[in-house]
């Protein structure tokens, strides 16, 4: 038995430092920067509208990036406006990039409310705030969250 015991705390301090290393590696990590790249339409049900989101993923790290799942989330003027996953996996190579496809849903309802929101405040804006937050989930342990955040101009109306 006490051999055992001595094997298992062995194997618990082992599995401690590694975690540790694992820890201390990653210091230098920088946040993937991430854009949209293109937005195509998909058939809808019902009362929603369904859209390909087209992320381009780039990896500022010397280490690539492993995801098996993807969450995405668009909140337009502070709101949420579509949300969406993928069970796409790849990689994004050290200093590299990649193009991933998030297929998004936009509820009938948060269009009304943009809609109203923007009539509301009496003419319409020159500008819509957006940010963009998501999940790529590791096949292994954890995940990498990225958010990224901007203005559209709008064309003037007559």
Not at 113 to 130: K, V
């Amino acid at each position: 038995m006490v051999p055992m015991r001595r094997l298992s705390r062995s194997f618990l301090a082992a599995v401690v430092l590694s975690l540790l290393a694992a820890c201390a590696a990653m210091t230098g990590y920088e946040p993937l920067q991430v854009s949209v790249a293109g937005i195509d339409p998909l058939p809808g049900q019902g009362l929603e509208m369904r859209m390909l989101v087209k992320l381009r993923v780039q990896n500022p790290n010397d280490a690539p990036v492993d995801y098996d799942g993807v969450f995405l989330r668009l909140d337009v003027q502070g709101s949420t406006f579509a949300s969406g996953v993928s069970d796409e996996r790849g990689t994004v190579p050290r200093f590299g990039e990649a193009v991933i496809a998030v297929p998004v849903t936009v509820s009938a309802l948060n269009i009304v409310r943009q809609a109203l929101g923007f009539m509301a405040g009496g003419q319409p804006p020159q500008r819509i705030n957006y940010s963009l937050e998501g999940r790529l989930n590791s096949p292994t342990f954890g995940s990498t969250r990225f958010q990224s955040q901007g203005e559209l101009a709008l064309p003037a109306m007559q």
